[in-house]
Structure formats: C-alpha cells, structure tokens
C-alpha cells in the first residue's frame, strides 16, 4: 500500500511539472506561428489583416500615445505605420508564460522600410488571449531601444 501511494504521488509530482512545461512550449509555437502571421501581413501592406489577428477586445498601446481600441482603430494605427514606410516588421519571442487562456509573451521587433533598411528596433510584451481555437493578440505594448536624438 505504501509503494502505491509513493508511486502515485510520484508520478502526480512529475505531472505538475511536465505538463505545465509541454503546454507552455505548444503555446509559444503558436503564437510564435501567429507571429509569423503578423509579419506577412506587414510585409502585404494589409493593415485589416493586421487587425484581425486581435482580440474584438483588442488594444495597441503605442509610445507617446493613447491605447488604440477596437478593430477599426488598430486597423487604422497598423495602416497609417505600413503608409508611413514600415514595410516589414520582424519578431523575436524571447518568453512565453501561458496560464489557461491567456499567455504573456516577451519579445523583440524590428521595422524596416522598403530598402530593407532597419528604421526601429525595441521590445513588446503581448497578453494574448486564446478564443475559438486560435491565439488572439489582446493587449499589445511595446517601445523603442532607439535614443531619441540629442538637443
């Protein structure tokens, strides 16, 4: 009897800790696969396709500015940065901590214009959510690592 119960709790420990371990790696391939999403939307220029890799809920919280709500309003933000010369966005996860429906992702971006030429770099964190069988970006913030420029 008391070998089962050390075999059990044995394997319910190991449980605790593998399982969380495997699931937080199918979280980061997928959103790591949304990513990969994000980035060929930037690179067609498609602003909707942008947006619609959000949350209905959605909000993107930009430097020096005010969250943008909604799919309309995150539509518009990602087609007037793809306008204004942004013509590939490049993301890099660094982390990932997934609990049930929502997971956090550290990363790191890179914009470049149509030359090719790196025109920003900095880091985001994403809250995603997970809803009808995709992951879906709900709040997403990052910030430069660009100086601004001496006075």
């Known amino acids: 009897m008391r070998t089962t119960g050390l075999v059990r709790t044995v394997v319910f420990l ?4 593998l399982i969380p371990s495997a699931h937080a790696e199918g979280v980061k391939s997928a959103i790591e696969a949304a990513n990969a999403q994000f980035s060929a939307a930037a690179e067609k220029g498609d602003g909707a396709a942008l947006a619609a890799l959000y949350s209905p809920d959605g909000q993107v919280m930009p430097p020096g500015s005010d ?4 799919t309309e ?3 518009k933000f990602w087609q007037g940065a793809l306008d204004s010369g942004v013509a590939a966005i490049g ?3 660094i982390e ?10 550290v990363g790191a971006y890179e914009l470049r214009d149509k030359a090719g030429k790196v025109v920003d770099h900095g880091k985001y964190i994403v809250v ?4 009808g069988g995709t992951w879906k ?7 430069t690592n ?3 420029p001496k006075k």
């Open 14 to 17: 190991a449980c605790m800790y």
């Open 67 to 70: 969250p943008i709500r909604g």
């Open 73 to 75: 309003g995150i539509q």
């Open 91 to 93: 993301l890099k996860t």
């Open 96 to 105: 990932v901590f997934g609990h049930g429906t929502t997971a956090t992702e």
């Open 128 to 131: 995603w959510q997970h809803a």
């Open 137 to 143: 970006l709900r709040r997403d913030m990052f910030s």
């Open 146 to 148: 660009v100086p601004p």
